[in-house]
Each structure stands twice: as structure tokens, then as C-alpha cells.
């Protein structure tokens, strides 16, 4: 069971009944459904729609659509951020860091409420200290693999989030539509750019 799904359970302080769990984990679901396709302009009602819920059950469950957002969020971040340290133990540096970024372009390219929060849109979601630690733990992994030379040194490392995040296609360019795997197409050209020459 995910932290978000624990936290909104756990709200009243009561251990809840087996069908206010089953309504609260259709809430998750559909609110990260939701999230994933129509970014943070998500409403109560397109969530409480996707879950087959009324306004009412989603009220009960959860104190305002901003807390479900949040929660998600959060355990999206924090499952980033974990990545990012993860990747820190890998033996090889560039290995390390080349799969914190196919994780990282991953997941903001699935979801438009996560690639809107870590563009800044979700402030008032309160998720600043969850992106701080993000943004710390990719500080450490740029570094390192430039101290260790398999990344560009004249690459400062709060240039590598942005040009990560320009791995996410756009909709249409130039009358092109992008392949279903464009950003991983996209991340192969960055990462050949952002390593050090043999």
C-alpha cells in the first residue's frame, strides 16, 4: 500500500471499514489517472468520475482535492529522489547516472501533474521541501560523475534538470508528431552531449 493511500486512511484516526478503503484506493487510482492526463487542472469531479464515486465519498475521504494532489506527489518525488541516491551506490558513475535520467524523463513524461509541479506550477501544494531533497540528491549524482571525468565539467550541474526535462517531446513540431518512445529517442542524444569524449 502506498503512503498516500495510508495517509488519507488514517485521517480520522480510525481504523477504516473495508469499504471506505476499497472507495479510498479507487480515489488514489483515479486521482493519479487524472493527474497523469490532465496535469494539475485536474477537478474534484473529473476524480470522483474516474473512480465511480460521488462528490460526497471524495469529501469524506479526503479534507480537499489540493491534499489528494499533494499526497500523490509526494510519493512520486520521493520515489525520484530515492532513485537519485539509489543510483548514487551503482559502482559506475555514468551507469548510475544514466539510469536516474531514464527514470527521471520517465516520469515526468507520464505524468503532465508531475512534469507541472517540478516546472513549478504546484506551489501551492506545498512540495518545495520534497524538491529540495530532489534537487539535492541530483546535485550529488552530477557531481560525482564529474569528479570521476564521464560527465562534461563545463556542465553546471543545475543545467542537467532542464536539459533532462527537454527530453519530453511537444504534441506536434514542424507537422511531426513524436514516436512513442521519443523521449527515449530524445535522451540518447542529450546523454551522448552531456558525457565527456573518449
Known amino acids: 500500500m502506498d503512503s498516500a493511500v495510508d495517509a488519507l486512511l488514517t485521517q480520522s484516526g480510525n481504523a477504516p471499514r473495508a469499504d471506505a478503503r476499497r472507495n479510498a484506493e479507487r480515489l488514489i487510482a483515479a486521482a493519479r489517472q487524472v493527474l ?4 494539475l487542472d485536474a477537478t474534484t469531479r473529473d476524480v470522483a468520475n474516474r473512480a465511480g464515486v460521488g462528490l460526497g ?12 494532489l499533494a499526497a500523490i506527489l509526494t510519493d512520486t518525488i520521493e520515489e525520484m529522489t530515492d532513485r537519485a541516491w539509489r ?3 551503482d559502482p559506475d558513475p555514468w551507469q548510475g547516472f544514466v539510469d536516474f535520467a531514464e527514470d527521471y524523463v ?7 501533474g508531475l512534469h507541472d509541479a517540478l516546472s513549478g506550477a504546484g506551489a501551492h501544494l506545498d512540495l518545495e521541501p520534497r524538491i529540495t531533497r530532489l534537487r539535492r540528491a541530483m ?11 564521464v ?9 542537467v534538470p532542464f536539459v533532462l526535462a ?7 513540431t514542424i507537422g511531426l ?16 552531449g552531456l558525457r565527456t569524449a573518449e
Request: proline share 6%; aromatic share 4%.
Open 36 to 39: 497523469d492526463e490532465q496535469g
Open 57 to 68: 465519498t471524495l469529501y469524506r475521504r479526503v479534507p480537499s482535492l489540493d491534499a489528494l
Open 87 to 89: 543510483a548514487l551506490d
Open 106 to 112: 520517465r516520469l515526468r513524461a507520464s505524468s503532465c
Open 139 to 149: 546535485r550529488q549524482l552530477v557531481r560525482r560523475a564529474q569528479d570521476t571525468g
Open 151 to 159: 560527465i562534461r565539467g563545463d556542465v553546471d550541474w543545475r543545467d
Open 166 to 172: 527537454t527530453a519530453i517531446p511537444a504534441d506536434h
Open 177 to 192: 508528431t513524436p514516436k512513442p518512445d521519443q523521449w527515449r529517442r530524445n535522451l540518447r542524444v542529450i546523454l551522448t
